[in-house]
């Protein structure tokens, strides 16, 4: 009964010299990687030819502004994946 009263009593000194230590590990996770849809140049604008229609500058117009608005849409995607990053680093 001595025995197992010792046993008993070195195992909870044990355990509890193990939980307080104050040794501190920091753990640096790295940073997240992008999707390949946001690392793609945006395609070149097309430049009106010379001389030209006006049905050729409008064709053209419409292009540019599909071609802007594609890019518009991944850099405000990147933008806002970078915000959610950050924030998620800062917790």
Do not use: R
């Amino acid at each position: 009964m001595k025995n197992s009263l010792l046993h008993i009593l070195v195992v909870c000194a044990l355990a509890l010299s193990g939980c307080a230590t104050t040794k501190v590990i920091a753990v640096k996770q790295p940073f997240p990687t992008v999707g390949p849809e946001l690392l793609t140049n945006c395609d070149p604008l097309q430049e009106v030819s010379d001389p030209t229609t006006l049905s050729k500058l409008t064709e053209t117009v419409a292009k540019n502004y599909t071609t802007y608005y594609i890019c518009s849409t991944k850099v405000e995607g990147w933008i806002e994946w970078y915000k959610q990053q950050q924030a998620n680093d800062n917790q």
